[in-house]
Structure formats: structure tokens, C-alpha cells
């Protein structure tokens, strides 16, 4: 992430807008379970949200400078991967459920993206759910990304993408600046 991008995501302002209004959206009425993966934590917002609402908690972050920070802050509170949520270090089937936020356009390629969907419901039990949110595309989106990767989602495409990457029901809603997801692994 570029440094206009690092301190926005490490922001009070920011943590509190994840806290208050952008993920109880996004997992408005979506079951966690008690087991659950996060792709993409970087600085931990999400994940401060995420802990008190599941039993066990591992994340999933490629930026080894962001895997230091959560470590330090989480411990053994939660279970912190360095690797690419493309390329899953995680056995087939464990998770009840697979969160990410804010994360997929920073992923390079559509491809890539959609081979982060079959990962997450690789990894994924039957039944289990992969939710999440990023931000709708626009002019600012696209400055404070300036010299970094910005590969955003349009959110009219998603619902099929996600049934290609072989979930069986997914939903896609597009709120004020951000969408949201929730796609089911079928059995
Ligand atoms: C904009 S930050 C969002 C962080 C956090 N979810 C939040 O909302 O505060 C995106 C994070 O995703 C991570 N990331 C990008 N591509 C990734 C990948 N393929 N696998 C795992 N993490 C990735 C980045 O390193 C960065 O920490």
C-alpha cells in the first residue's frame, strides 16, 4: 500500500468507521460460525471486529511488515499466516467461514481474484460462508491508490464470478461507496 494508503487504514477514523458502520453491514445477518479465516487483515481493524464474534480466528496476510504488527497485537488470540489468500497455506474444508474487507482490489488481476474466491471456498466446510465488502470504484478511490495495485471489483460481475469459482448461492448488494457479498459452499 502506498503511505497515503497506510495511513488511512492505520487511522482511528478508520478503525472506527469499520467498527460502527462498514462491517456490521457487511455481516449483517451472516453466521460466522465458530471457526473462521480473514484474508487481507493489514493493520487488524477488521480483525478487532471479527475476534469477539467467533471462537477461533486465523488471518491470512501477505505483507510480511503487517504480519510483525499483528502478531504483537493479537498473540496467540489469533492465529497470524504470512501468505496470499490466493495460494491458501490452509487444509481443504476447516473454516465455517471466510471474511475479507477492503482487500480485493489490491489484489492484481481479475484472475487472481477469481482464483482467491475458489481458495476461499476450497477452504471452506460445506455449508460455509465466504462475506465480505470493498469499495465501489471512483475518482478518489482511485487517487489515494496512485502508484499502488487498484484492481476494483465492478459488483454487477460478482455474483457469477463467485458461482464460476463454484459456490452455490451468492448475493451481492451495492451500498453507499462500498458492496457488499455473502456466497454459500454448496454441499
Ligand atoms: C486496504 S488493506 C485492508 C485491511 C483490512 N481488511 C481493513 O479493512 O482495515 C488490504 C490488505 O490486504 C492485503 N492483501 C492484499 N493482497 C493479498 C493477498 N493476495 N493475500 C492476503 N492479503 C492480501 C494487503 O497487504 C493489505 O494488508
Redesign the pocket.
Known sequence: ?NLI?RRL?SSRK?ARA?EEQLLPWALEDVSLGPDALE?????G??TRVLLPRVRHLSV????AS?VTGLRREFGDRAEVLH????ALPLPDGRFDSVAC???LH??PSPRLQDV?FAEARRVLRPGGVFAGCDALSSWSFRLIHLGDTCVPVPPATLAARLRAAGFGEAEVTVGKGSFRFRAVRGG
Do not use: N, Q
Open positions: 500500500m494508503h487504514c478508520w469499520v484474508i487481507g487483515p493489514g493493520y481493524a477488521t491470512v496476510e501477505a505483507d503487517y501468505g496470499d489468500g490466493a474487507f477492503t482487500m489490491h489484489v482467491l
